[in-house]
């Protein structure tokens, strides 16, 4: 729950703006490790 909440301050991802999946799971990948980082 914690993790989907910390996703959701990242706006690109909670509104999803990537057209294509690759450019969408690419950004959630860079997105996951900032959070795992932090």
Avoid: G, H, P
Wanted: charged share 35%; hydrophobic share 40%.
């Amino acid at each position: 729950e914690r993790f989907f909440n910390r996703i959701k301050q990242f706006r690109r991802i909670a509104r999803r703006y990537e057209k294509l999946d690759r450019n969408f799971m690419s950004r959630l990948n860079l997105v996951c490790t900032i959070i795992c980082l932090a």
